[in-house]
């Protein structure tokens, strides 16, 4: 072979390393993961493009329903008729109230609204006291916006959508969540509730409730309903609201659900920010407070209960369900009637999120929670926080670097520091020694620091200002 020939065969190799070389660089980029952005291409088949969102995913057990003359109207066909939900944009800096989150009632008439798929920003604006957040809307279950295109590196995927479980998320790309539109309540007969036992027992210690003596692992847990105007279901420990808001869609249940299609649980950390800043933004209430739920009902020497939606809005139940959310509306995170209420006031409202410090009140409160997989690790279904083994206070397990690189649960990037330091001056108070539990939002009882913003610690034990919200995922 002469020289020539050699050098042409010298050529062709390089060019073939060459190629080699750049395809594995590309595909290399493409299998490397980012906490802000997955490079998740996805299907985008749920994606309504009239509307700009994902189409909202009925499951078993659930109809669409529009408000209509002052009362709810069931759509017959949810798919072609798509004027049971408006995810309006507000204008300018205004609170227009005019957003239309989707609604749905299951069979017992709980209803459930609607939250998309999104990612977020931020503003580093100064000039606000309380920054917005631009929201854009994703296709389906991927990091694709309405005309195609990949969201800029400025936006966050919001945590509680992605295949992440340890920042907050689930065990799949999802293409948004149901979340009861009020905190629960107690089911009663006589105000046309189905009032129906589960198979789950209290477990731990437990409080007597608005039903009667409770008795640890041998009373069982009447469902709850997610109803306006009724009573909060108060006085459940943090292990038997984890327990029951997972048992929603077994055998039995009231609502219509099943386990084929649907996924319950209580209520995550993640998954309390992702309303909160949906409710923040120009598609919620546009940089607006919400109004807090300060109704209770007093029945008997401390015996006090928050009320769904507010009640009559001061100290009893409204008239009717209705009534109740068109006083109150500004109570919801739309400021009207399709919004999720007592997202401020009300109830604390516990989430499913603990730090694992080995303190006794996690094993007598919540043992099953630390149980349902490892106690040290998180799962779709809880969010395990880190606390500072030297110091295990307030202010140093807060300060923990590897708690604030979880983004999207409305405590680090919406808050500064330890007392009435998050957005609007709610109240700010981390988990720590004998409070290793989180709840959130504020109760009837605090007069400041109320709000959608608002997170504090708990022991996890049953108490009258205490209860929970439950979420359900499409499958």
Not at 39 to 65: Q, S, T
Not at 421 to 445: C, E, I, N, Q, V
Request: contains cysteine; proline residues 2%; aromatic residues 12%.
């Amino acid at each position: 072979m002469n020289n020539r020939k050699i050098k042409i065969v010298i050529a062709i190799i390089i060019l073939i390393l060459l190629i080699i070389f750049v395809l594995f660089l590309v595909g290399t980029s493409k299998t490397n993961t980012d906490i802000k952005i997955s490079e998740n291409k996805g299907d985008i088949a749920d994606f309504v493009e009239l509307e700009g969102i994902n189409k909202p995913k009925l499951v078993d057990g659930m109809i669409a329903v529009k408000w209509v003359e002052n009362d709810w109207v069931e759509i017959s066909d949810p798919n072609s008729d798509t004027t049971w939900y408006d995810y309006k944009e507000q204008i300018g800096l205004t609170d227009g109230k005019t957003s239309q989150w989707a609604n749905a009632k299951t069979k017992d008439g709980s209803i459930w609204v609607w939250i998309p798929r999104y990612a977020y920003k931020i503003s580093d604006d100064i000039s606000f006291a309380v920054p917005p957040i631009d929201i854009i809307f994703l296709k389906g279950n991927t990091n694709t916006v309405a005309n195609g295109t990949e969201i800029s590196k400025e936006y966050k995927v919001h945590p509680s959508f992605v295949n992440n479980v340890d920042i907050g998320g689930w065990d799949s790309e999802i293409t948004g969540f149901w979340v009861s539109k009020y905190e629960a309540g107690f089911a009663v007969t006589e105000q046309g509730d189905m009032q129906v036992e589960s198979k789950i027992t209290f477990s731990g210690e437990v409080e007597n409730n608005y039903y009667g003596t409770v008795k640890s692992e041998l009373t069982k847990i009447v469902f709850p309903v997610f109803k306006a105007n009724k009573y909060s279901y108060n006085n459940i420990n943090i292990g038997s609201s984890y327990d029951i808001s997972k048992a929603l869609n077994s055998n039995g249940n009231p609502y219509g659900l099943n386990l084929n299609d649907s996924d319950s649980h209580m209520i995550k950390n993640s998954e309390w920010g992702c309303i909160a800043y949906l409710s923040h933004s120009k598609y919620g209430r546009n940089g607006i407070e919400l109004k807090v739920n300060e109704s209770k009902i007093v029945t008997g020497t401390d015996v006090i209960y928050a009320v769904t939606a507010g009640g009559n809005g001061k100290d009893g139940l409204a008239k009717d369900e209705k009534e109740a959310i068109m006083i109150n509306s500004d109570q919801s995170t739309t400021g009207n009637v399709y919004g999720v209420y007592d997202i401020s006031g009300g109830l604390w409202e516990r989430v499913s999120a603990y730090i694992n410090n080995g303190n006794e009140n996690l094993l007598k409160y919540g043992k099953n929670i630390l149980e349902d997989g490892l106690a040290q690790k998180s799962s779709k279904y809880k969010t395990v926080y880190n606390f500072d083994n030297n110091n295990d206070d307030n202010e140093s397990n807060y300060n923990l670097e590897n708690n604030k690189i979880i983004n999207g649960d409305a405590i680090f990037e919406t808050s500064n520091g330890i007392g009435s330091k998050s957005w609007f001056g709610d109240y700010s108070s981390f988990m720590f020694l004998d409070a290793p539990w989180l709840h959130r939002g504020g109760t009837y009882s605090n007069t400041t620091g109320v709000g959608a913003f608002a997170f504090s610690n708990t022991g996890g034990k049953a108490y009258k200002s205490l209860g929970f919200r439950c979420v359900i995922t499409p499958m």
